[in-house]
């Protein structure tokens, strides 16, 4: 069984219809990590999109927000913005259905998914000490999560703690960055990066896919028409700095 892992789409559903055209035929079932509505210019697009894919998905922190169960009061003032505008825009069974979404952990055909850690759903994991904790309570040797819009994540052997970094492949040509080979043994929080918006310098669209039986992660980059989606988030008015960190990967 292939898995496609899908995280932070964050209502850009250009990247997202890119990521899954690129994907097309290469995955049996898909995951979604949260975050499909907040900052971008298509949240009703981006949750039916994800809705058709019948896939396992949690919520993140910004369909909370946007769905009314958070108030959003730790959030900056660009990012509520959005969540206000994104409020407004959500037709009302979507907003039901994020409302509904489960908060992580939640465990997936021997693996465990989660938005920001395994303890709290708005946690960033960044560092290798927070991963430690994270792995020492984790369920199952494999977890993925997002929140961060950072593709990589950790390993861990006996206590040994390594980190799974691509900066030295942002600007590789091929879609495919790496292939990550599981080791029997080894506990693995793992990233698959953010669709619709990432943050680790790299702009195109991120996106994982996982096949367990064969011990094997994919982690996977590919561009997308970034100024359509800049033109569509001027049109609705949403804050510039939004609209510009796209292009930089920021």
Request: aromatic share 8%; with cysteine; charged share 20%.
């Amino acid at each position: 069984m292939r898995y496609l892992i899908l995280s932070d789409i964050h209502a850009n559903i250009t990247a997202l219809d890119t990521v899954l055209a690129a994907a097309e035929g290469q995955w049996d079932a898909a995951v979604c990590l949260g975050d499909i509505v907040g900052y971008g210019p298509d949240p009703n697009e981006a949750v039916d999109r994800i809705r058709s894919l019948h896939c396992a998905t949690i919520r993140g922190n910004h369909d909370k927000a946007i769905a009314g169960l958070d108030e959003a009061e730790d959030f900056n003032p660009v990012a509520r913005t959005a969540v206000l505008w994104t409020r407004e825009h959500l037709s009302n069974e979507n907003l039901e259905y994020l409302a509904h979404l489960r908060a992580g952990p939640v465990f997936v055909d021997g693996f465990t998914i989660v938005h920001g850690s395994i303890r709290d759903e708005d946690e960033y994991v960044f560092v290798p000490p927070q991963a430690v904790d994270e792995m020492r309570i984790a369920p199952t040797p494999i977890t993925f999560f997002g929140h961060t819009h950072r593709q990589g994540g950790f390993v861990q052997r006996g206590d040994s703690v390594g980190v799974i970094s691509f900066d030295n492949f942002n600007i590789a040509p091929k879609n495919l960055i790496w292939t990550l080979n599981l080791e029997e043994g080894a506990t693995y929080l793992l990233n698959p990066g953010s669709v619709g918006q990432p943050r680790d310098g790299d702009p195109r669209a991120a996106y994982a896919l996982a096949d367990l039986e064969q011990r094997t992660v994919e982690f996977w980059r590919v561009p997308y028409d970034i100024e359509a989606v800049q033109n569509r988030m001027l049109e609705a008015l949403l804050p510039e700095a939004l609209i510009m960190r796209l292009a930089y990967g920021r």
